[in-house]
């Protein structure tokens, strides 16, 4: 079997894989680059809806989900979202802040995959596409890894950056787990994460008028104190179930068999503004008034839902303090989510108590690394997940 030898071999080139190659090749390293896709960086090629929002100006740890909330800190400090942007701004890229601190590209995220690219080649980085892996052993203190071409390499160290579970239709299959238990490193539970929640038939029959309704909500779980969470974001109806930007949020810390509670009025005391609608013009109808407070597509469904028609002086108070409160504190079981087919990332991963903070390497097999969102460290909706993926790869690229 022909055979090579290389300092590096990093197995995805998808955001972290080619920031730990760029990194590694500068320090003079033998770097080579598989990945079994015909190109790389794909999900930055698709994301941020083709101008990939890649970082956030307010990155912190407390955007970051993980068994150790306080691992990822470390490699987020020593490589920033403004060394990122520097690099963007290195590269002539133009790009703005669209809401939130996240940071967009003005053309295309193809550019931040050029940049990628380009950086690789000058760090003499070898970048093979098409090419999976066979087998992986470990061979005293090097890895020799059998590829789907046939070859062999010898490298002393390994780097998984395969990424998650999400989106298998581009190739996604959580094979990096399965490389951390051949080592015996623990894998945290996975689900996906950042991603669309449905409801059960009959619910979706009720609002089904409702799909493509969008209105800016303050969405909070229910459930297990530790997984508390509120987000203030557009949340969006669909035809089967909730999505949009504070759902996605949610649906990190969302399990099944819990309920959220949606304000889909944030800042407006509802019940007040009917109370006082009905004193001042009471002939009015009541999905009028309401209309006049959430969009009235809404207005009309929830009248519907209550049982409410007809003019506001002919309501009874309570009925319409009941009717506020579905607005301001809607109270919602969402049966599942659309699963990795849409999900933005996968929740939980390699776990984080067997690497090193510091270089992203296995406490236990010196040489092997993991990075990117292998790693059980999952970041909000915003740019945060890039973030972690440039910090990592930057980080174990200074180890590897
Ligand atoms: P990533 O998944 O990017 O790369 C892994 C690479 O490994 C891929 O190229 C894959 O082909 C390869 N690979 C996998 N298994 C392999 C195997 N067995 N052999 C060889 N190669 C293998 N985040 C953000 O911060 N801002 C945003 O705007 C978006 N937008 C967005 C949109 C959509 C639709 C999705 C699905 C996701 C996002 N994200 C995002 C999340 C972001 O894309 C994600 O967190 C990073 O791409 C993770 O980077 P990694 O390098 O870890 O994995």
């Not at 403004?82 to 002539?92: A, N, Q």
């Not at 990117?372 to 993926?389: I, S």
């Amino acid at each position: 079997m022909k055979s090579s030898d290389l300092d590096v071999l990093i197995v995805g080139a998808g955001a972290a894989g080619m920031m730990c190659a760029i990194e590694a090749g500068k320090r003079g390293r033998r770097v080579r680059v598989i990945d079994h896709a015909r190109a790389p960086g794909e999900k930055i090629r698709i994301s941020g809806g083709g101008r990939c929002n890649f970082t956030n100006l307010g990155t912190g740890g407390a955007n970051f989900l993980s068994e150790n909330p306080r691992f990822a800190l470390s490699a987020l400090k020593r490589f920033t979202q403004r060394d990122f942007l520097k690099m963007v701004e290195r590269h002539g890229i133009a790009w703005h802040e669209k809401t939130l601190g996240q940071l967009f590209c003005d053309d295309s995220a193809r550019q931040i995959i050029r940049m990628l690219t380009d950086e690789m080649k000058t760090a003499g980085v070898v970048l093979s596409l098409n090419l999976g892996v066979k087998a992986i052993a470990r061979d005293g203190e090097r890895f020799t890894v059998d590829l789907d071409d046939g070859t062999r390499v010898s490298a002393a160290s390994l780097v998984v950056a395969t990424g998650g579970k999400s989106i298998p239709k581009m190739g996604a299959t959580g094979w990096g787990y399965e490389v951390a238990r051949q080592f015996g490193l623990r894998v945290t539970e996975t689900r996906p994460a950042l991603v669309p929640l449905t409801f059960e038939p009959g619910l979706l029959e009720q609002l089904k008028p409702l799909a493509g309704v969008a209105v800016d909500a303050v969405v909070r779980t229910t459930g297990d104190k530790a997984r508390n969470a509120s987000f203030t974001e557009a949340m969006l109806f669909t035809h089967r179930g909730l999505s949009g930007p504070s759902i996605l949020q949610i649906s990190s810390y969302w399990r099944e068999g819990e309920a959220i509670t949606v304000d889909m009025a944030p800042g407006e005391d509802v019940a007040a503004r009917l109370l006082a609608a009905k004193t001042e013009n009471g002939k009015q109808a009541v999905h009028t008034a309401l209309g006049h407070i959430i969009p009235r597509r809404l207005a009309e469904v929830i009248c519907a839902r209550e049982n409410l028609s007809g003019k506001l002086a002919e309501i009874g108070d309570k009925k319409l303090r009941a009717m506020a409160e579905t607005v301001n504190a809607w109270t919602v079981k969402p049966v599942g989510s659309e699963g990795y087919r849409t999900a933005e990332v996968t929740l939980g991963g390699v776990d984080t108590a067997a690497l090193d903070q510091q270089t992203m390497e296995a406490r236990t097999v010196p040489g092997l690394f993991f990075i990117g969102e292998v790693a059980d460290v999952t970041g909000w909706l915003g740019g945060y997940n890039f973030q972690w993926a440039w910090s990592s790869g930057w980080a174990a690229g200074q180890s590897c």
